[in-house]
C-alpha cells in the first residue's frame, strides 16, 4: 500500500481530513451570476475582469492555482509581477460576454500537471510573459472584428493569435507552484518526480 493509500484510507476512516483543503478556489468570480447584483441582471456587464482589482466579491473569491478550505473561508493564492504590467497577475484575465465574440473566454496559458487524490501533493504551471500583459489590445483587437467600432485597433490577427504572439516575442516564463501539504517523511511515487518547485514554492525557468 503506498502513502497515498494510506492517506485515503484516514479520509475513509475519518481519522485524518486530508480533504479539508483542497483546489477548490474558483478560477473566476468576476463576470459570473454569483457577483451579479445588477438591475438588468447583466452579470457580464456589472463585473468585468477591469473591476475585480479594485472591488470585493460578495459570494466567493478567485486566484491562481487557487487552495482553499473545503468552505473557501482562508483562501491562498499566486501574485506575480513581471515589472512591466501596471497591476499585479492575481487572476486569469478574460473578455466578458460582452467584450468577446463567443462569450466569456479566458486569455492565458495554463496547465494542471499533477495531483494527488487527497491533495496532499498538486503542480500547477503557468505561463507569464516578460514583457507588458496585452490587456487593452486585446479588448480592442475583439472590438473590432466584432463590430468595426470607431477608434478600436484594427488588426489583421484575432484575439488568440495576438495573444499567442504576444507570448512568444515576450519568452513567456514558466512558473511552476507545488502545493506539498505532506505530513511524516514517507515518499511515494506521486512525489518522486518533484522539482525544485515543491521545495521552493515556485521555480522560474525560461
Not at 447584483?37 to 478567485?62: I, L, V
Not at 501533493?121 to 468595426?148: F, S
Not at 507570448?167 to 522539482?195: C, I, M, N, Y
Request: net charge neutral; charged share 30%; proline share 4%.
Amino acid at each position: 500500500m503506498t502513502i497515498e493509500q494510506l492517506r485515503l484510507a484516514e479520509v475513509r476512516e475519518k481519522k485524518a481530513p486530508w480533504k479539508k483543503w483542497g483546489p477548490y478556489l474558483s478560477e473566476r468570480q468576476w463576470g459570473t451570476v454569483r457577483e451579479d447584483y445588477s438591475q438588468d441582471g447583466d452579470a457580464w456587464k456589472f463585473f468585468p475582469h477591469d473591476h475585480s482589482r479594485s472591488r470585493a466579491y460578495r459570494s466567493g473569491e478567485d486566484g491562481l492555482a487557487g487552495f482553499s478550505d473545503d468552505k473557501a473561508r482562508l483562501c491562498f493564492a499566486l501574485a506575480l509581477w513581471n515589472g512591466n504590467d501596471p497591476i499585479l497577475k492575481e487572476r486569469l484575465f478574460g473578455l466578458t460576454g460582452s467584450e468577446g465574440n463567443h462569450g466569456e473566454d479566458v486569455k492565458e496559458y495554463y496547465f494542471y500537471l499533477d495531483a494527488t487524490p487527497t491533495h496532499s501533493y498538486m503542480k500547477w504551471l503557468y505561463k507569464y510573459p516578460q514583457q507588458a500583459y496585452p490587456y487593452d489590445e486585446i479588448v480592442a483587437t475583439v472590438r473590432y472584428h466584432r463590430d468595426g467600432t470607431v477608434g478600436a485597433r484594427a488588426s489583421s490577427e484575432d484575439d488568440e493569435t495576438l495573444g499567442r504572439a504576444q507570448w512568444q516575442k515576450s519568452r513567456a516564463g514558466q512558473r511552476f507552484l507545488s502545493w506539498p501539504w505532506l505530513r511524516g517523511s514517507g515518499v511515494d511515487g506521486a512525489h518522486e518526480h518533484r522539482t525544485a518547485a515543491s521545495s521552493s514554492g515556485i521555480q522560474h525557468a525560461g
